[in-house]
């Protein structure tokens, strides 16, 4: 990021849209292409050329919102009169079109669930659609005025974030049978929301006001900053997580290191700005502008950093190896460690691998128990089986003595979090199977009851988890309450 801001910047590309820039995001594929929202429609931008490489126009209103899914091949934009759409990008055609909203749509966005898509809307809900059904699965009202602003957690797509005009911004857990989890309060209209890395903090921003907040801490008020003049309308993170952007009706870009939170950069621009985004290899900045301006600002990549690029690949090839680093920066000096080469080294298939290969799926399974590997293998192996429709076979034609490894490994790991889902079903197919015989082996009905008593420690520790989490957040929103 200084190096996009020093030295190697080029002047700065204006083009002149048809009417204001709403919105400007890059695809999160390489070669990184931008849409930029404008008018009724939408525009890839080039990010070697910066032209317009395709544009799609078939929106009857005024269009909003232009999102790529992460693997670059389908977007998805909304327009005023609440309609959303699905584009193929390759062919322009209209995938899907979602039909729910009453009012103006200012935020369509995926989520990392690639089949899910989260809209925001004029008419004070936040929806989230399935892609194959075009049907919405969930439906938030609890705002009072229009949702302009929303955000899905980067490392979990079932946590929502959402800014609104009522001065709100509330944190949504698709999972809770109450899934406003927090509300926080903002005291301004919420213009933009954001995860910073690591989804521990949040920030909103409205007025001149950029907040943070601490999730871990029950959604508490972190910091504010004030250093706009002006309505801060847009933010966003840099490619390399390290620095926060924010941009203002001031006509200025503030960027923030979040370490400390203070202003690094400021950027000067001849019109208040309304949208805004960091290509993710930190080699470009847009912003979008009221008055239909568009600005690119482009790093330029000098000769000797492509000379180490082409050194390191070429290194790579001829040793087999993996690049495991390389220059970052044009102001970084160069060390023994800045180019290395990890040799690849070839790695004897397992056991159970080899097994699996072989379609011999109940080998596969004793293979891993027998030799005692980590619980997370074994887990992956199931699933496999699963997927392969093999776990059946796997378990199948068993006497006691063979049933016994994969009852008590289901025993010992059912209560963990990141096997349940998965040795539940195990424990379940296993009962189907063999509940004809129960009672006829002493070792196996033992387990049976250890499995028994296992489950409902579980669900009774579940229980009391839910009313501490109950106790937790009352005391939480009338802690709100008293501030």
């Known amino acids: 990021m200084n190096s996009l801001l020093n030295e190697n910047q080029q002047s700065p590309v204006l083009v002149k849209e048809y009417a204001s820039v709403s919105h400007v995001e890059f695809c999160p594929a390489k070669p990184h292409d931008f849409a930029v929202t404008s008018s009724t429609r939408v525009q890839i931008y080039s990010c070697a050329s910066h032209t317009v490489k395709k544009t799609l126009s078939r929106f009857k209103e005024t269009a909003y919102s232009g999102s790529f899914r992460s693997d670059g091949k389908i977007l998805v934009a909304a327009d005023y009169s609440g309609a959303v759409q699905i584009f193929d990008l390759s062919s322009r055609a209209i995938l899907r079109t979602f039909s729910g909203h009453k009012d103006t749509v200012r935020v369509a966005k995926f989520s990392s669930n690639v089949t899910q898509v989260l809209t925001a809307s004029d008419d004070k809900t936040v929806r989230i659609w399935d892609l194959p059904s075009e049907s919405a699965l969930y439906v938030f009202d609890d705002h009072q005025d229009h949702v302009r602003s929303a955000a899905i957690s980067p490392d979990n797509p079932n946590i929502i974030l959402t800014g609104s005009y009522d001065h709100t911004v509330r944190l949504w857990d698709t999972r809770s049978p109450t899934p406003n989890i927090a509300t926080m309060q903002h005291n301004h209209p919420v213009e933009s929301v954001l995860f910073?890395?690591?989804?521990?903090?949040?920030?909103?921003?409205?007025?001149?006001?950029?907040?943070?907040?601490?999730?871990?801490?029950?959604?508490?008020?972190?910091?504010?900053?004030?250093?706009?003049?002006?309505?801060?309308?847009?933010?966003?993170?840099?490619?390399?997580?390290?620095?926060?952007?924010?941009?203002?009706?001031?006509?200025?870009?503030?960027?923030?290191?979040?370490?400390?939170?203070?202003?690094?950069?400021?950027?000067?621009?001849?019109?208040?700005?309304?949208?805004?985004?960091?290509?993710?290899?930190?080699?470009?900045?847009?912003?979008?502008?009221?008055?239909?301006?568009?600005?690119?600002?482009?790093?330029?990549?000098?000769?000797?950093?492509?000379?180490?690029?082409?050194?390191?690949?070429?290194?790579?090839?001829?040793?087999?190896?993996?690049?495991?680093?390389?220059?970052?920066?044009?102001?970084?000096?160069?060390?023994?460690?800045?180019?290395?080469?990890?040799?690849?080294?070839?790695?004897?298939?397992?056991?159970?691998?080899?097994?699996?290969?072989?379609?011999?799926?109940?080998?596969?399974?004793?293979?891993?128990?027998?030799t005692a590997q980590a619980a997370g293998v074994v887990v992956s192996l199931v699933e496999e089986l699963v997927h392969r429709g093999g776990l059946g076979i796997a378990l199948g034609a068993r006497d006691d003595a063979g049933l016994e490894p994969v009852a008590r490994f289901v025993v010992e790991n059912i209560a963990n979090p990141r096997f349940t889902a998965t040795l539940v079903f195990v424990a379940e197919t296993i009962l189907d199977m063999y509940a004809p015989v129960i009672g006829q082996s002493v070792l196996i009905d033992e387990l049976f009851l250890k499995l028994r008593t296992n489950i409902e420690r579980e669900l009774s520790l579940q229980q009391t988890l839910k009313k501490t989490m109950g106790l937790l957040e009352s005391v939480m929103l009338a802690s709100q309450k008293l501030i």
């Open 196 to 370: 910073l890395p690591g989804s521990s903090l949040i920030a909103s921003a409205g007025s001149n006001k950029l907040k943070i907040w601490n999730v871990l801490a029950g959604c508490s008020h972190f910091q504010t900053l004030s250093n706009h003049q002006k309505s801060i309308t847009t933010m966003c993170m840099d490619g390399s997580g390290r620095r926060l952007l924010t941009g203002s009706l001031d006509n200025q870009v503030k960027i923030y290191n979040i370490e400390d939170y203070q202003v690094s950069h400021s950027l000067k621009y001849p019109a208040p700005i309304l949208s805004m985004a960091v290509s993710p290899d930190d080699t470009h900045i847009v912003v979008g502008m009221a008055s239909g301006l568009l600005s690119i600002r482009q790093r330029v990549v000098k000769t000797h950093e492509i000379a180490q690029v082409a050194t390191a690949r070429a290194t790579q090839k001829a040793r087999g190896g993996t690049l495991a680093h390389f220059t970052r920066g044009s102001a970084h000096r160069a060390g023994p460690d800045d180019l290395r080469v990890e040799e690849r080294r070839k790695q004897k298939m397992k056991e159970y691998d080899q097994m699996l290969r072989a379609f011999r799926y109940g080998d596969a399974l004793d293979s891993a128990l027998r």
